[in-house]
């Protein structure tokens, strides 16, 4: 299995996703790393023929345009995805700027035949332990009742096939659970869903209820998806500052000591660095896209998701599924 990962065009040093390539490597011997960016600093960075180097010497800005990245096809993010495009690699991981990345892989990388639009979907944690799979969250600023329903078949295939949930719960996220509630595109939606006896629709979901478990794939549109996301992140950011700022003062102390083994675990539990990725659902190869902030426990996880996804050959069954709808 060969993988590309795009090394430049995010927040933080080059060192990091090459740190997480060379813990991945230890223990997964069956995996060749493309890494493509400036050759000088990879090499002076690795050992001799520890990985493969794809040069590359231009990089995708953060406030690129995607059409400004179309044009820079000397780009590591470019090179990357290309490397895909050739077969060269079975899959590729960037931390660049999503809005670049979605729109380049979708044009590169095409879509499966039968689906309408891309979708980007992460893994969000909840407090009992089992996550749930949030589609869209960033792709599609607007979506059709249909394109909510492809998205549930696709996640679908995902949580069965990577997370071994052998009927997961779907769920529309909607301001309330009555039928009535949402927009047009919900209540296509929930038609669609309703129909489908292959896939175990609950209804309409509210984004108060996500994070304690409410469902195993939370499906919306990108523009709902993204706001839902932020303001998850954000609540549990708030949160955990919050209780930082109580233990410092000096009458929580004796609390803070004998509830420190709770709060680490949940500080785990809620940690995203564990589960960085995102993949970009609905293409002919795959494609993972992780924080823009990443370090080497981000994109390791990262590469987790990658590896996952290309060895259960996740985008064969889409198309097989698509093939037969």
Same mark, same amino acid.
């Given at each position: 299995?060969? /993988?590309?990962?795009?090394?430049?065009?995010?927040?933080?040093?080059?060192?990091?996703?090459?740190?997480?390539?060379?813990?991945?490597?230890?223990?997964? %011997?069956?995996?060749?790393?493309?890494? #493509?960016?400036?050759?000088? $600093?990879?090499?002076?960075? *690795?050992?001799?023929?520890?990985?493969?180097?794809?040069?590359?010497?231009? #990089? *995708?800005?953060? &406030?690129?345009?995607?059409?400004?990245?179309?044009? $820079?096809?000397?780009?590591?993010?470019?090179?990357?995805?290309? /490397?895909?495009?050739?077969?060269?690699?079975?899959?590729?991981?960037?931390?660049?700027?999503?809005?670049?990345?979605?729109?380049?892989?979708?044009?590169?990388?095409?879509? =499966?035949?039968? =689906?309408? +639009?891309?979708?980007?979907?992460?893994?969000?944690?909840?407090?009992?332990?089992?996550?749930?799979?949030?589609?869209?969250?960033?792709?599609? @600023?607007?979506?059709?009742?249909? &394109?909510?329903?492809?998205?549930?078949?696709?996640?679908?295939?995902?949580?069965?096939?990577?997370?071994?949930?052998?009927?997961?719960? =779907?769920?529309?996220?909607?301001?309330?659970?009555?039928?009535?509630?949402?927009?047009?595109?919900?209540?296509?939606?929930?038609?669609?869903?309703?129909?489908?006896?292959?896939?175990?629709?609950?209804?309409?979901?509210?984004?108060?209820?996500?994070?304690?478990?409410? #469902? &195993?794939?939370? #499906?919306?549109?990108?523009?709902?998806?993204?706001?839902?996301?932020?303001?998850?992140?954000?609540?549990?950011?708030?949160?955990?500052?919050? !209780? +930082?700022?109580?233990?410092? +003062?000096?009458?929580?102390?004796?609390?803070?000591?004998?509830?420190?083994?709770?709060?680490?675990?949940?500080?785990?539990?809620?940690?995203?660095?564990?589960?960085?990725?995102?993949?970009? !659902?609905?293409?002919?190869?795959?494609?993972?896209?992780?924080?823009?902030?990443?370090?080497? %426990?981000?994109?390791?996880?990262? *590469?987790?998701?990658?590896?996952?996804?290309? @060895?259960?050959?996740?985008?064969?069954?889409?198309?097989?599924?698509?093939?037969?709808?």
């Amino acid at each position: 299995m060969k /993988l590309a990962i795009d090394v430049m065009g995010f927040e933080n040093d080059i060192i990091e996703p090459i740190k997480a390539c060379r813990k991945f490597k230890r223990q997964h %011997q069956d995996v060749e790393f493309i890494l #493509v960016g400036n050759k000088d $600093k990879i090499q002076s960075l *690795i050992k001799p023929n520890e990985f493969i180097i794809h040069p590359a010497n231009d #990089v *995708i800005k953060m &406030d690129d345009n995607p059409m400004i990245a179309m044009r $820079k096809t000397d780009s590591s993010m470019y090179q990357a995805i290309q /490397l895909v495009q050739n077969n060269q690699a079975d899959g590729v991981l960037s931390a660049g700027s999503s809005s670049c990345y979605v729109p380049m892989s979708y044009l590169m990388l095409k879509l =499966i035949d039968g =689906i309408n +639009k891309p979708a980007f979907m992460p893994y969000v944690p909840t407090n009992n332990g089992k996550g749930f799979m949030l589609i869209d969250c960033g792709a599609n @600023k607007e979506c059709s009742g249909e &394109d909510l329903y492809q998205f549930a078949i696709m996640a679908n295939i995902y949580c069965q096939t990577i997370r071994h949930i052998n009927k997961p719960t =779907i769920g529309v996220i909607n301001i309330g659970t009555e039928a009535e509630k949402g927009l047009s595109h919900h209540h296509t939606a929930n038609e669609l869903l309703k129909k489908d006896q292959s896939l175990n629709y609950i209804g309409f979901v509210e984004p108060r209820y996500l994070l304690n478990g409410s #469902v &195993d794939i939370a #499906v919306c549109d990108g523009y709902t998806g993204n706001i839902t996301l932020k303001a998850l992140e954000g609540g549990l950011s708030a949160l955990k500052d919050s !209780l +930082k700022k109580e233990y410092k +003062k000096p009458w929580n102390w004796l609390g803070a000591i004998s509830s420190l083994f709770a709060i680490k675990a949940l500080s785990k539990t809620f940690d995203y660095r564990n589960n960085a990725g995102a993949i970009v !659902l609905g293409l002919q190869k795959v494609a993972i896209k992780t924080h823009g902030n990443a370090d080497a %426990q981000q994109f390791y996880s990262s *590469i987790e998701m990658l590896y996952d996804v290309v @060895k259960n050959k996740v985008v064969e069954q889409i198309k097989e599924s698509f093939n037969k709808h």
